[in-house]
């Protein structure tokens, strides 16, 4: 990695309430040695970076995935395994938790939901995790997408929990939601950290197919307010590959961006295999044939505050080269 290892990621920097960030980094979840966040220095037209993110997490009594909790410092307690509906929990949609917009964290029970990326591929216990989920194996139109999905943040503590959720598995979901609108971010989110109790049950299988995008498509404003992290296909874009864990810009073949990198798109290797692309070559114009994905927002911690669009391929099948 570089020096972009410095920066918290502001995607798993959220709400007060739920995580302190300090000179970058993200307490440890017992509230003592910090877990360094891992920033990405957003792609230009020439340049990239790496999307390692730290995690949401809070101070409290301690969590291990293969034994007893301490759930956030108060008494022990079973961890939720999605067996079941855990008692209290209301019953939510996707929908129903972008329409209710909580802004402290609420607790939601939702059903059949579908896995369409996991960070790194999977799991990894001790490993701050990302899954995003939406309510449809496919959607006909952006429009008809809209609202229909959203990202998990795990914290490292309760990763092990998540270690056999992969994409396409259809899931019940246990987690608490919450919109972060702190310093100009604004994003809605499920949470799982040892405070924050979760879990996700496998209950079947699926084929998540992408909805039909272009680049202008895909902007900040329409991820925060009418869209979501839907996966996208955008089809004749071009790009010069960095390094294989970098991001890189995104253009529409034959018509290379501006310099305002805050309105470019880039590829981003996140939630690749180890965390990198395969098959490209660095600083060579390539065009691809199109490129599959799920639609995120990248805001590293910064003053001031800049947001990036990335599109995170899952396989190498998601990125065809042009013939």
Same mark, same amino acid.
């Given at each position: ?21 300090s000179g970058g980094e993200v307490p440890a979840d017992g509230g003592a040695a910090p877990v360094g966040g891992n920033g990405g220095e957003p792609a230009t037209s020439g340049g990239g ?14 969590? %291990?995935?293969? +034994?007893? /909790?301490? #759930? ?5 307690? &079973?961890? *939720?395994? =999605? ?97 972060? %609108?702190?310093? +100009?971010? /604004?994003? #809605? ?5 040892? &405070?924050? *109790?979760? =879990? ?38 071009s790009g010069n590959p960095n390094l294989a864990d970098e991001t890189f810009a995104l253009w529409t073949t034959g018509s290379p961006p501006g310099n305002d990198i805050t309105t470019v ?39 001031? #505050? ?18």
């Open positions: 990695m570089s020096l972009r290892s410095s920066l918290c990621w502001s995607l798993w920097c959220v709400v007060p309430f739920v995580v302190a960030c970076g790496s999307d390692e993110g730290g995690a949401p997490v809070v101070g409290g009594g301690g969590s %291990d995935p293969t +034994g007893g /909790n301490n #759930l956030g410092g108060g008494g022990a307690a &079973a961890w *939720p395994d =999605c067996e079941e509906q855990p008692l209290g929990s209301p019953i939510k949609t996707i929908g129903e938790i972008w329409t209710d917009n909580p802004s402290t964290p609420a607790e939601a029970w939702l059903e059949g939901l579908y896995v369409t990326a996991v960070s790194k591929s999977g799991c990894v216990a001790g490993e701050a995790c990302q899954i995003y989920v939406q309510e449809e194996e496919l959607y006909g139109s952006l429009i008809e997408a809209g609202h229909g999905s959203l990202r998990i943040g795990v914290a490292p503590s309760v990763a092990g929990y998540f270690t056999d959720i992969a994409v396409d598995d259809e899931i019940n979901l246990y987690a608490h939601a919450v919109r972060d %609108d702190r310093d +100009g971010k /604004n994003e #809605l989110i499920f949470l799982v950290t040892n &405070a924050l *109790p979760g =879990c996700a049950k496998v209950v079947g299988a699926g084929v998540t197919l992408p909805v039909t995008a272009t680049l202008n498509d895909l902007t900040v404003a329409v991820y925060e307010d009418t869209l979501g992290p839907v996966l996208v296909e955008v089809s004749g874009v798109t880039s590829l981003s290797p996140f939630f690749l295999p180890n965390a990198a692309f395969t098959g490209l070559t660095d600083g060579l114009n390539t065009d691809f044939d199109f490129v599959i994905g799920v639609f995120g927002v990248y805001a590293p911690t910064a003053d001031p #505050l800049i947001k990036y669009e990335e599109i995170y391929v899952r396989s190498v099948v998601d990125y065809e080269l042009t013939p």
